[in-house]
């Protein structure tokens, strides 16, 4: 954790908690000054930002103004994130107001904010990676076309401790699983036991799309567009996983000799995938993670909705840890890919923190949003690049105050089946995962038989209405991670 309070001198402390940024009015006080788990805090001036002064304000704060709106609309904040409150301060301030250039917008930024540099503790630079909105073909109905379904929420599945329910779900520091035949906590079906067919029947299809590769693309980045074959678009967003950590399907084909390093690339993994489909989903299976969607009734022209439950903004919104607040503006200051006519380019560029993934973790991470289709793809595929952070935080907080609720981080989960294991008292090094019924029986029927269903419609809504922002489970890498 990194202690922060205000002061004009700001030596850095490390210690075994994180870094202390303190002053010599403050060196005798038994208050407790913010911190930030894991993280280092050094605050600067804005003349130290470089590119500032040429960033496109207005831009910017018309993204912030959309948090604004969703912050002001809830009306309410958590006592233990002080930022929270502070910001909410901020946006009733923004209410109304329509700067009419860059100049009036950024003034906005540096009357209301204080530049800080973030990092994690003993590092200078975080990661960054980008994501986007996929748009793929697909049907409502299954064919030898369109065969691959893209399934919403299973009614079994759930997080312990909650009733089940179509109300938001945890993307992380939760476990997710269902009941047994015998009332136990189990984990649910993997990516494995789903691809061979073990929800069919239970008219979970949202859609159907042409291949596997499409889904783990939406999969990956939280959303898709899907084109229907009469011309109408379906808006997906993420809506639950079934619990199971993400692996890298272009790590895992690097690894076992499928593609070379040099030439991964999403095109190269989907002929890969097309060429040899027996051997893909053997691969695709090692990452048992899977994603459900659900309907949003967004237009062909709308942005999706991240899950701080406002519009993303291409190039203006990004993906944070939980641990900011949503609505928190990060200068980002990096070298990228953005132009694919030059290995990277200067990047200095005021982005508002509006979405999360449980890939997405640490004081200094960002994945950037960048709009959808083909090309946003191509960016968003290319960036995976160090950069410098630096949080904009009110300057009305009261940060030896505020340090008092700041929260300790949640403990790490422990894997899915190791949970349950010990929840049922089989807490052994050595037991083997029992295969359910119905998952063997779907093994052994997509051994044998394709996978083609009987025809069946379905309704453009899922009855649940559009809800929260997307919580992907967006991997820290590029291509299709």
């Given at each position: 954790m990194a202690p922060f309070a205000k002061s004009s001198a700001w030596p850095v402390v490390a210690s075994l908690l994180g870094a202390m940024l303190c002053s010599a009015a403050s060196a005798g006080s038994t208050q407790e000054p913010l911190k930030l788990a894991g993280s280092q805090l050094e605050p600067i001036q804005w003349t130290e930002l470089a590119g500032w002064a040429g960033d496109d304000h207005l831009a910017a704060f018309a993204a912030y103004q959309a948090s604004c709106q969703a912050l002001r609309k809830s009306g309410h904040t958590?006592?233990?994130r002080p930022i929270q409150a502070a910001l909410l301060n901020i946006?009733?301030?923004?209410?109304?107001?329509?700067?009419?250039?860059?100049q009036a917008a950024r003034a906005f930024f540096e009357?209301?904010?204080q530049p800080v540099r973030i990092a994690r503790l003993g590092e200078h630079e975080g990661l960054l990676t980008g994501y986007f909105e996929p748009i793929v073909q697909g049907s409502r109905f299954p064919s030898p076309e369109f065969h691959v379904p893209v399934y919403r929420r299973p009614p079994d599945l759930f997080v312990a401790g909650r009733k089940p329910g179509p109300g938001t779900f945890p993307n992380k520091d939760a476990r997710i699983g269902r009941r047994d035949a015998n009332g136990q906590f189990v984990p649910y079906y993997d990516r494995a036991a789903i691809e061979a067919g073990v929800l069919d029947g239970q008219k979970l299809e949202i859609c159907w799309i042409r291949d596997a590769f499409d889904l783990l693309a939406m999969q990956i980045q939280g959303s898709g567009r899907i084109i229907l074959e009469d011309g109408t678009p379906l808006r997906i967003n993420y809506d639950s996983h079934n619990g199971y950590s993400f692996t890298s399907l272009s790590r895992a084909l690097v690894e076992h000799h499928r593609i070379a390093r040099q030439a991964i690339s999403p095109q190269r993994i989907r002929e890969w995938m097309t060429a040899h489909p027996d051997e893909a989903a053997k691969e695709r299976a090692a990452n048992r993670s899977y994603i459900f969607f659900r309907i949003t009734g967004l237009s062909n022209d709308s942005e999706p909705v991240g899950a701080q439950g406002v519009p993303l903004t291409p190039g203006r919104s990004i993906a944070v840890d939980r641990l900011?607040?949503?609505?928190?503006?990060?200068f980002i200051d990096a070298n990228l890919a953005v132009d694919s006519t030059r290995p990277v380019s200067p990047f200095h560029r005021l982005m508002i923190a509006q979405d999360t993934g449980s890939a997405i973790v640490g004081p200094a991470r960002a994945d950037l949003y960048w709009g959808a289709g083909d090309d946003a793809g191509r960016i968003a595929s290319r960036i995976h690049n160090p950069g410098r952070f630096v949080m904009l935080l009110p300057r009305d907080l009261d940060m030896v105050a505020a340090g008092k609720h700041m929260p300790l981080p949640l403990p790490k989960p422990k894997l899915?089946?190791?949970?349950?294991r010990k929840e049922n008292g089989t807490d052994s090094a050595s037991a083997k995962p029992k295969v359910?019924?119905?998952?063997a029986a779907a093994y052994a029927r997509a051994a044998t038989q394709p996978?083609?269903?009987s025809k069946r419609s379905i309704s453009q809504t899922d009855g649940r209405g559009v809800g929260a922002g997307k919580q992907s489970t967006r991997a820290p890498a590029?291509?299709?991670r």
């Open positions: 958590d006592e233990h946006c009733r301030k923004a209410s109304g107001l329509l700067p009419q250039h860059s009357e209301n904010f900011h607040d949503y609505g928190t503006p990060f899915a089946d190791a949970q349950v359910d019924p119905s998952a996978r083609i269903h590029n291509s299709i």
